[in-house]
């Protein structure tokens, strides 16, 4: 399984990104994906999941209302729109592959088994 990040870069306080991660390796449209992120010092969190059917999405208290998951099963692809992005909000994020056929969103790190490389969101005040 191979998933590839982009993305990320640089933007002021109130900015948004729309990250992507495009997937290969897998039946991409069995499986829930997931965000997570990881800033410097800290260990790695979850952002955001949407689970195999796309009827299913689950967030950080962190980034809700501010941040959407989606899905595109024909480009075997899954995207992060951020918005109102925060200081708070820098950190590497990576797109990582969970359970399959699961309806249900987990928010635990290690329920995801494949990772991609990540990209880096600075976000200045």
Do not use: H
Not at 57 to 72: P, W
Not at 95 to 118: E, F, K, L
Not at 119 to 124: A, D, H, I, K, P
């Amino acid at each position: 399984v191979q998933l590839q990040a982009s993305g990320g870069g640089l933007v002021q306080a109130g900015g948004s990104l729309r990250l992507s991660c495009a997937a290969s390796g897998r039946t991409f449209s069995s499986y829930t994906m997931g965000w997570l992120r990881q800033a410097s010092g800290k260990e790695r969190e979850f952002v955001a999941g949407i689970n195999w059917s796309g009827g299913s999405t689950r967030y950080a208290d962190s980034v809700k209302g501010r941040f959407t998951i989606s899905r595109d099963d024909g480009k075997n692809t899954v995207y992060l729109q951020m918005n109102s992005l925060k200081p708070e909000d820098t950190a590497v994020y990576y797109c990582a592959s969970g359970s399959r056929w699961n309806s249900i969103v987990s928010r635990t790190t290690s329920s995801y088994d494949y990772w991609g490389q990540g990209t880096l969101v600075t976000v200045s005040s």
